[in-house]
C-alpha cells in the first residue's frame, strides 16, 4: 500500500462535506442568502435536507440561471460557476466538495468589486473574519456577503443583457488572486483525491490477481461535526476539521 493510505480514512473519492444552513440577511436586492463566489478546480454538489430556496448562478455559456431548491435535490456545478444559495425558509444543504481542502486554502473567491478584486491585500481584509464567532464575527461575515453581492449584482446585470465580458475579467481576477497559492493545494489534492483514486486502481489489480489482502485491512470510521455554526460563504456552516475531510473556513 502506498503511504497516503495510511492516513486517516477519507471520505469516499477525498471529498469534502459541511452542512449549511443559508443565512437569512435580506441583501441590496432584497433577497435574504449568502456571499456569491466561484471554485477555481473544484466541483461542488448541494444536497438538500430541509427547507426551500434557490441557487443563482452565473456561466460564460448559460448567463444567468436560478436552480430552485427543496428536500430531495441534489444540484452541483463546475469550476467557474458563480454561485448564491438563496434562503426561502428554513432551507438546509449538505455540501460535497470536490479535492477535500482546497475550497478552505483559496479554491474560493468572493465576487468582490474590480477594485478590491485587483488588491491582494484588500482582497484578504475584506474575506477575513476577525472572530470565530460573537457580534463581531456576524457583523463581518454580513459585511463580506455585502461586499460580494455589490460586485455579483453588477456580473448578473451584465450577464442578463447577454455580455460576458464582466464575468470573464472576475474568472481572470480570481485567477490572479489564486495562483500564489496553487503549489499550497497540490500537496492536498495529491494526498486528498488522487492518492483514493490511486487506491482502487491498487485494489483492482489485486482482484485481477486474486489477491484479497486490502480486505483484511477493512475499517469503519464515525465522527460529528467539530464545530457547529461556523461562518462560512453561503450560511451558518457545520464543519469537520479531519484529515482528509473538510478543514474550517478560519481563515477567511
Wanted: glycine letters at 12%.
Amino acid at each position: 500500500m502506498t503511504a497516503s493510505s495510511e492516513m486517516f480514512a477519507p471520505l469516499p473519492g477525498g471529498v469534502g462535506m459541511s452542512h449549511i444552513s443559508a443565512y437569512e440577511w435580506e441583501a441590496a436586492d432584497g433577497v435574504c442568502g449568502g456571499s456569491p463566489h466561484l471554485h477555481l478546480a473544484c466541483t461542488e454538489a448541494y444536497v438538500v435536507t430541509a427547507g426551500r430556496g434557490a441557487v443563482q448562478t452565473l456561466t460564460v455559456g448559460d448567463g444567468f440561471t436560478q436552480t430552485p431548491l427543496e428536500p430531495g435535490a441534489v444540484v452541483w456545478f463546475t469550476p467557474g460557476t458563480v454561485h448564491r444559495m438563496v434562503q426561502g425558509g428554513g432551507l438546509k444543504v449538505t455540501v460535497l466538495m470536490q479535492n477535500s481542502g482546497l475550497p478552505e486554502a483559496g479554491d474560493a473567491v468572493f465576487t468582490f468589486p474590480p477594485e478590491v478584486l485587483a488588491d491582494p491585500e484588500r482582497y484578504a481584509a475584506a474575506a477575513a473574519l476577525p472572530a470565530k464567532e460573537g457580534p463581531e464575527a456576524d457583523a463581518a461575515a454580513r459585511r463580506r456577503r455585502d461586499l460580494a453581492i455589490e460586485g455579483y449584482l453588477t456580473l448578473r446585470a451584465a450577464a442578463v443583457r447577454g455580455d460576458d465580458g464582466p464575468l470573464r475579467a472576475f474568472h481572470e481576477a480570481a485567477v490572479r488572486i489564486a495562483a500564489p497559492k496553487v503549489k499550497e493545494w497540490e500537496p492536498r489534492w495529491r494526498d486528498g483525491a488522487l492518492a483514493a483514486a490511486r487506491r482502487t486502481g491498487e485494489q483492482l489489480t489485486a482482484l485481477a490477481a486474486g489477491d484479497p489482502s486490502h480486505l483484511a485491512e477493512a475499517r469503519v470510521t464515525a465522527t460529528g461535526p467539530s464545530r457547529r455554526g461556523g461562518y462560512g460563504m453561503c450560511g451558518r456552516r457545520d464543519e469537520y476539521e479531519l484529515p482528509g475531510v473538510t478543514l474550517p473556513y478560519y481563515g477567511e
